[in-house]
């Protein structure tokens, strides 16, 4: 995945990236993580990005963060696309 994903960032920005969430999460309550893949599994090719998303969502244990706050961005960078999960939009379901 390396060669794909400076295709897309490059060092600073993940330095940019990661300076701005760690200030956000100083002054919230929220978690943020990302999550960067390549491409889709073969099993997965049916799959909404947005399945894809929740399915990493629960993977990484987010919906259990502190006072429910947890967001994940997700990068499918073979298809150059993106999404993003705020776990209060998996309580609505």
Same mark, same amino acid.
């Given at each position: 995945?390396?060669?794909?994903?400076?295709?897309?960032?490059?060092?600073?920005?993940?330095?940019?990236?990661?300076?701005?969430?760690?200030?956000?999460?100083?002054?919230?309550?929220?978690?943020?993580?990302?999550? /960067?893949?390549?491409?889709?599994? +073969?099993? *997965?090719? &049916?799959? %909404?990005?947005?399945?894809?998303?929740?399915?990493?969502?629960?993977?990484?244990?987010?919906?259990?963060?502190?006072?429910?706050?947890? /967001?994940?961005?997700?990068?499918? +960078?073979? *298809?150059? &696309?993106? %999404?993003?999960?705020?776990?209060?939009?998996?309580?609505?379901?």
């Amino acid at each position: 995945m390396n060669e794909i994903i400076y295709h897309f960032f490059d060092d600073d920005d993940f330095l940019r990236i990661s300076g701005k969430i760690s200030e956000v999460e100083l002054i919230t309550s929220g978690e943020i993580r990302v999550s /960067i893949k390549e491409e889709r599994k +073969l099993s *997965e090719r &049916n799959s %909404t990005l947005r399945a894809l998303c929740e399915k990493e969502f629960y993977k990484l244990n987010m919906h259990q963060t502190k006072d429910k706050t947890g /967001i994940l961005l997700f990068f499918l +960078l073979g *298809e150059e &696309n993106f %999404t993003f999960l705020p776990i209060k939009a998996l309580m609505k379901k």
